[in-house]
């Protein structure tokens, strides 16, 4: 340190006053303004004041310091070959910078970091994370702790989103992890390469494929993403029920689906069986009668036997999308019906999305909304439905809306029964 300087060692009022002008000037971006004086006992502001040539009692009187003013003192202070902003560099041991000047350091180096990352595939992503958005909080605090070690894991992550099991190909989730990393466990949700890993997956259907996507919470919500990807976490307690379907891998009908299909059995059918088909198909026709419900998927199967049904309870998992996903391929039509408030239709619209001109909506219009009204306030959940815009939910929800009440399956059976009778009967 400069010993001229040393004049304002130990001076706390000084100390105090010069982080003032610093905080000032960054604020600023140039020595200008002034700086409150509250704060300073009287002994302080006598020692400023007869540094600035001033009566105590003039700076009282104005209550503020102008940094101008003290930077043109300088000179007649012995300091003329400082500006203010070297003294206060000089006493505070410190380089200062403006924000300004800070955020634009701050800037390129962020550029340098994401530019060194070399996948140009997954620029969507490394964008995404660029971008800020409230979701990359986290990652970024990554950043300010150890950008050496994210970029790193970015690198892994955009590795394994290149390596993905293929179409009609499943693959377990550790041994994914260790197939990309050498680490079984790199991926599991409790790490942070499985949260990146996560996110990733999260933004690639946020960006392509799902606009109302939120990031899953659940563990049924973070198994249904992976399932996309076809990568299971669970391929033995996540199941579909159906009846009356045949199975086939390689053209050859699997015997137990046609030994279930002769005896009128109905089957719980975990993931781990669904992997090893590659065609499911009505044993007549090519319609398939679709509910969320098991209860009432439990009456239909009891009325109607024969009849193609598939219980996905409630929101489909993954073993349901790969069971509806095989029938489509076959290109058959998908009569679905659900509870008729906010859960169920976002259920269904998400099928339509997905499936479009092969789900035909079944039970869920204004009438049978109507028909099944419960006494349930659904009122603090009607928000949900604001992310559906295609016309023909706008009945339903104009009807929810205004009713604010929950509609239910349970009062449909009789005529649920009739359509499947009707159609199953008379026209497969």
């Not at 300073?40 to 003013?69: C, N, V």
């Not at 659904?378 to 604010?404: G, H, N, Q, Y």
Request: one cysteine or more; a negative charge.
């Amino acid at each position: 340190m400069n010993n001229r300087v040393n004049v304002f060692k130990g001076e706390r009022g000084f100390i105090q006053l010069f982080h003032l002008f610093k905080e000032k000037y960054r604020s600023l971006g140039r020595i200008g303004g002034t700086v409150r004086i509250n704060g300073f006992d009287r002994s302080e502001l006598e020692s400023i004041a007869g540094f600035l040539g001033k009566p105590i009692g003039e700076i009282l009187q104005k209550g503020t310091i102008s940094l101008l003013d003290f930077e043109k003192e300088l000179a007649n202070t012995g300091f003329e070959d400082f500006t203010l902003l070297s003294l206060l560099e000089e006493v505070l041991h410190e380089k200062i910078l403006t924000k300004q000047e800070e955020l634009e350091i701050a800037r390129d180096q962020e550029a340098a970091f994401f530019n060194s990352i070399d996948s140009p595939d997954m620029s969507w992503w490394i964008d995404w994370i660029r971008s800020k958005q409230p979701d990359t909080r986290w990652i970024w605090s990554l950043y300010k702790m150890d950008r050496d070690n994210l970029r790193e894991m970015i690198q892994t992550i955009c590795k394994a989103f290149s390596k993905l099991p293929k179409e009609g190909e499943f693959e377990r989730l550790p041994f994914f992890s260790q197939r990309i990393t050498g680490n079984p466990h790199y991926f599991d949700n409790n790490e942070v390469g499985g949260k990146l890993f996560i996110h990733c997956l999260y933004v690639d259907q946020l960006l392509h494929w799902s606009t109302d996507l939120v990031m899953p919470k659940s563990i049924e919500e973070l198994n249904d993403l992976l399932a996309e990807y076809r990568l299971m976490r669970d391929d033995l307690w996540n199941f579909v029920t159906c009846q009356s379907l045949l199975a086939s891998r390689n053209d050859e009908v699997h015997p137990v689906w046609k030994a279930a299909a002769m005896s009128q059995t109905v089957m719980n059918i975990p993931m781990k069986e669904l992997t090893k088909i590659d065609r499911v198909v009505p044993v007549k026709g090519n319609r398939v009668w679709v509910v969320e419900n098991s209860s009432v998927a439990s009456t239909l199967m009891d009325i109607v036997p024969d009849a193609p049904i598939v219980c996905t309870h409630g929101q489909v998992r993954m073993a349901g999308w790969r069971l509806l996903d095989l029938l489509v391929a076959e290109n058959c039509l998908l009569y679905y019906s659900g509870d008729l408030d906010p859960e169920g239709i976002s259920i269904a619209n998400r099928l339509k999305e997905r499936y479009k001109e092969n789900v035909l909506l079944w039970r869920m219009d204004k009438k049978s909304y109507l028909d099944s009204l419960s006494n349930e306030d659904i009122s603090t959940r009607l928000s949900k439905l604001d992310r559906i815009s295609s016309p023909e939910w706008e009945d339903v929800i104009s009807a929810m809306k205004e009713t604010k009440l929950a509609g239910y399956q349970e009062a449909l059976v009789r005529e649920m029964v009739n359509d499947i009778k009707e159609m199953y009967t008379f026209r497969n």
